[in-house]
């Protein structure tokens, strides 16, 4: 294959992006994961009968991106109104997209009772290991000895608590239908992360409950590293405290 | 539907939404509004299609109303003082979405945990915005379990008309008490269309965004000149009963459950020789201001009533322009105010 057909393979856009140019840093991952869930969306052509939740976070800006019915949340309450949306129009697709301060601290009710529930919906987490949006503050999955605004001296788990493992913990949950884990830091990562993604609307479009697709993100920003760096970051520091992979997968379930 | 039946006021709000085509109910338990909960469980998990979550909480409650809303459904949700307290954040995104809704509130004593007995410390929360931001619910105060159906009815249709949440602020008295209603005609046809701003399919369309901000001063600014106009555009909407207004002695400022208790203290006046008034407005926002600056033309004394330190005494002494004087009788903690009380306070300012 010729670089040029290769590039105009790469840099076509989806569909189910609109023309507004993202508003993330450079090295953002919140860009790569947009154009991943938007892929999906043109795959399983699904866009026309999608409505998203965007959150707040930096992704408030998701509305503007998607090109699809779009509603922005209050913080961390996606989940909810997933339920409420999902549950006016049981034949539309919903999705949330949510960072990990909004679904892992102020959300944590909403995202396990609609786990719990099994509402069919998708949810779209990305966790960056810090609150990007208001600065660099700590996030709860923010590691240990981690450096932010607000754990100046590093993330002691003494008082602080250690880093939560959302798939983890939801995948304690009966309901749940699909809970994976993945990283775009490699072109083999990107590919099983776009696989689970659709997966998980695939699930939902097939009635099978609850989705969820954790994606470990980078914040070049808020943590003081170049983009370069901060890949290396999340591939030494964060993947071996949240490994990837799939939780749960009903259809593997006996 | 005509004929008359006896119900509890929880249970005729619950029955009065679903005769009006509310088919989402969410909601969180709580005394005094816990029959409300239940009687919505128990009709609309019977019926195909329509939605009762008991949520895990009121804050998730009032957001799972802003996604059913947001999808063009006729929705409620109901709590009592602390769970509105909680739902404050979620029903000023409502407001600045436009999002139609009913929310009921059915007050109990407080602050804090307070009691569970009835009380009137959310008038300010209910007329004021109560969350974040410029923005008002249309609040109906009914007095009369008959009123509790009718209210209701009106604040669905209400808050589709101006897409804002509509507010029924009732109290723990009105909540228990057993009276006979009556269900008028219903046309579900009169529901009107959401099709042309509901979150959907979109085929055939360009995508829709419900976007409750705008980090451009200027536009933000723009979008609350909007609901500005809207708040202007619903005074006319205003509602209010007056009784024995022509030549009294001293009139009466109460609204809810106190507003029937005044009425009894009327007739006891009456064979005392003392002539009582009673303005009640029934929309607590819009206000009646423009009513009650009437009667202070023609009327030198008012006594607000209400089960708080005064807060509508407020608006009924902005009302009155310092035509007339003011007064104020309240008990607070939940102690209902009883007929007798109120006359020997009339007594005490007539002296
Ligand atoms: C009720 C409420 N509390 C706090 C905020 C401020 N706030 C905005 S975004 C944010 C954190 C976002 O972090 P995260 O969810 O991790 O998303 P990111 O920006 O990192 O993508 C906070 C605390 C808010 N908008 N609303
Ligand atoms: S602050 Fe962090 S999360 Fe937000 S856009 Fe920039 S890099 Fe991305």
């Known amino acids: ?254 | 539907m005509e004929e008359r039946l006896l119900m509890k006021g929880n249970e005729a709000i619950g029955e009065a939404a679903i005769h009006a085509g509310c088919r989402y109910y969410f909601g969180y338990p709580i005394t005094p509004q816990s029959e409300l909960i239940a009687y919505m469980a128990k009709r609309l998990l019977k019926i195909k299609g329509a939605t009762f979550i008991q949520a895990e909480s009121e804050i998730a409650a009032i957001n799972m109303v802003y996604g059913a809303s947001a999808a063009g459904g006729r929705v409620m949700t109901s709590s009592s003082s602390p769970g509105i307290s909680l739902k404050q954040e979620g029903i000023s995104y409502l407001a600045c979405a436009e999002l139609p809704c009913v929310i009921v509130n059915i007050m109990r004593g407080g602050p804090g945990l307070g009691s569970i007995q009835p009380a009137q410390g959310d008038y300010f929360q209910a007329t004021k915005g109560g969350g974040h931001g410029d923005y008002h619910l249309i609040v109906f105060a009914p007095s009369s379990v008959q009123e509790l159906v009718d209210l209701t009815i009106r604040a669905f249709s209400l808050a589709d008309k101006y897409r804002n949440p509509a507010m029924i602020l009732g109290d723990g008295l009105l909540g228990q008490m057993m009276e006979p209603v009556q269900f008028k005609e219903f046309d579900e046809k009169n529901i009107p269309s959401k099709e042309d701003w509901a979150l959907g399919s979109s085929h055939g369309r360009k995508p829709r965004r419900i976007v409750p901000f705008d980090l451009d001063p200027n536009e933000l600014e723009k979008i609350v000149n909007k609901l500005g106009q809207k708040y202007q555009d619903m005074q006319k909407e205003v509602e209010y009963e007056v009784v024995n207004i022509d030549n009294p002695d001293i009139v009466i400022v109460a609204y809810g459950s106190i507003a029937r208790i005044v009425k009894t203290t009327i007739q006891k006046a009456k064979q005392e020789g003392i002539n009582i008034g009673l303005v009640r407005p029934i929309t607590l926002y819009p206000f009646p201001y423009a009513a009650i600056e009437e009667v202070a033309n023609k009327v030198d004394k008012f006594l607000v009533t209400e089960m708080s330190l005064g807060q509508m005494v407020e608006d009924v002494k902005l009302a009155v322009k310092g035509k007339s004087q003011v007064s104020f009788y309240g008990r607070t903690g939940g102690v209902v105010i009883s007929p007798i009380e109120i006359l020997q306070e009339v007594k005490k300012l007539l002296d």
């Open chain 1, 1 to 254: 294959m010729g670089v040029k057909k290769l590039m105009k393979q790469v840099f076509t856009k989806p569909k189910s992006l609109t023309d507004v140019p993202f508003t993330y840093c450079p090295g953002c991952h919140h860009g790569i994961i947009h154009r991943l869930v938007a892929e999906a969306m043109d795959d399983l052509n699904i866009a026309e009968d999608t409505i998203g939740i965007a959150p707040v976070g930096c992704a408030v800006f998701a509305y503007l991106f998607f090109e699809c019915d779009m509603i922005v949340a209050a913080h961390g309450r996606a989940p909810a109104i997933a339920t409420g949306i999902k549950r006016v129009k049981p034949d539309n697709i919903v999705f949330t997209y949510q960072g990990d301060g909004d679904l892992a601290s102020i959300g944590t009710a909403e995202i396990v009772h609609a786990a719990n529930r099994g509402e069919k919906i998708t949810v779209i987490f990305v966790n960056n290991a810090i609150y990007g949006m208001t600065g660099g503050q700590m996030a709860p999955t923010t590691l240990e000895g981690q450096i932010t605004q607000t754990s100046p001296y590093g993330r002691d788990s003494k008082t602080m608590g250690m880093p939560i493992r959302i798939c983890e913990l939801l995948s304690t949950l009966n309901s749940p239908a699909y809970i994976a884990r993945v990283a775009l830091t490699k072109p083999a990562y990107i590919v099983k992360a776009k696989k689970a993604i659709k997966k998980a609307f695939q699930y939902q479009l097939d009635g099978k409950g609850f989705a969820l697709v954790e994606v470990l993100s980078t914040c070049p920003t808020s943590w003081g590293l170049s983009p370069k760096e901060a890949n290396e970051w999340l591939n030494e520091k964060m993947i071996p405290y949240y490994p990837l992979g799939e939780f749960k997968n009903v259809e593997e379930v006996s």
